[in-house]
T-cell receptor
């Protein structure tokens, strides 16, 4: 089955720092790739997605590129804000089940 | 913007009791899912449902669990005899059948189940 290896947390950064959260996956075929975010006390929200190789998903200043050759989908943001503090989940899948990584807890310090 | 809703937000029950968790998927979606997240752990797939039958289920989804679409709007997860280890946040999700977002699952806010 599918599996995901996600950067271990927690990650603590200062406001305006550059963020990278690594994600690599194994999957059958070429699934869509997703990043979901879970803000404190809330459910899972779709952050961004990419559906095929070399696609770049982007939202709220976050970006991730579907790299088929390295089976990776790393999340990046150039300048993080305190409001970005949350848990971030990488997940291949889509049409059937999503397989979630362990999640990376991100804390941004003012 | 349409969203998935779940009730209750928090359910406390005694071990051995039956619980039903309710979800209202986005109205034109026909694929439905349940996931759970034990505190501090990753989100795990339980079951997917389409056309009034289970499409796929995980090892977690044993015969103590069942799902149902009792009417045109609700999707429920029943746990017949709860165990302590069923304590978790349960998320419902739904997905469209066509369009550019047809590969995207949209999640509800979750129901926190506490088994005492």
């Amino acid at each position: 089955g599918d599996s995901v290896t996600q950067m271990e947390g927690p990650v603590t950064l200062s406001e305006e720092a550059f963020l990278t959260i690594n994600c690599t996956y194994t999957a059958t075929g070429y699934p869509s790739l997703f990043w979901y975010v879970q803000y404190p006390g809330e459910g899972l929200q779709l952050l961004l997605k990419a559906t095929k190789a070399d696609d770049k998903g982007s939202n709220k200043g976050f970006e991730a590129t579907y790299r088929k050759e390295t089976t990776s989908f790393h999340l990046e943001k150039g300048s993080v804000q305190v409001s970005d503090s949350a848990v971030y989940f990488c997940a291949p899948g889509g049409n059937e089940k999503l397989t979630f990584g362990t999640g990376t807890r991100l804390t941004i310090i003012p | 913007e349409p969203e998935v809703t779940q009730t209750p937000s928090h359910q406390v029950t005694q071990m051995g009791q039956e619980v039903i968790l309710r979800c209202v998927p986005i109205s034109n979606h026909l694929y439905f899912y349940w996931y759970r997240q034990i505190l501090g752990q990753k989100v795990e797939f339980l079951v997917s449902f389409y056309n009034n039958e289970i499409s796929e289920k995980s090892e977690i989804f044993d015969d103590q669990f069942s799902v149902e679409r009792p009417d045109g709007s609700n999707f429920t997860l029943k746990i017949r005899s709860t165990k302590l280890e069923d304590s978790a946040m349960y998320f419902c999700a739904s997905r469209a059948t066509s369009g550019s977002a047809s590969d995207t699952q949209y999640f509800g806010p979750g129901t926190r189940l506490t088994v005492l």
